[in-house]
């Protein structure tokens, strides 16, 4: 996100109430702010609850934050964010998991009408040394 969004910006991260959400969302705050940028907010979410996204998304002016980012594989997250969004009028940059592409509550055109940037944290780059090395210890 650093080098694709610019030099040092904020950025809002939401991550859902899993082990591997949570997971993700504490890396991205960490390596985003080792890189000199800024996570104003981490906050956890419950996207099956409408009140638990609503609390996530509450006191946030998303026309002053640098991007989102959205650790939520929920039906009901992708809905939420882009009406949260298009609600304040915000046109911030979006970070969120490539399952969303799989939601039939949002359309293509929906994410197409964003700057939506999709992440797979479950994929693994098989040609990478460090994923080699692991498999052939284990």
Not at 71 to 84: E, N
């Amino acid at each position: 996100a650093m080098q694709r969004l610019g030099g040092p910006r904020t950025a809002v991260v939401l991550y859902e109430d899993t082990k591997d959400e949570a997971a993700f969302g504490q890396a991205y705050k960490q390596a985003y702010e080792a890189l000199g940028g800024k996570v104003l907010q981490l906050r956890l979410v419950n996207s099956d609850v409408d009140e638990s996204l609503a609390a996530g998304f509450a006191g946030i002016d998303l026309k002053t934050v640098g991007h989102l980012v959205v650790a939520s594989d929920g039906k009901k997250a992708g809905p939420y964010t882009l009406s949260v969004l298009k609600a304040q009028e915000a046109r911030l940059p979006l970070i969120t998991y490539a399952s969303w592409l799989d939601n039939n509550r949002l359309s293509l055109s929906q994410l197409d009408a964003r700057d939506v940037y999709f992440v797979h944290p479950k994929y693994l780059d098989k040609t990478n040394p460090g994923v080699r090395r692991f498999r052939q210890l284990y």
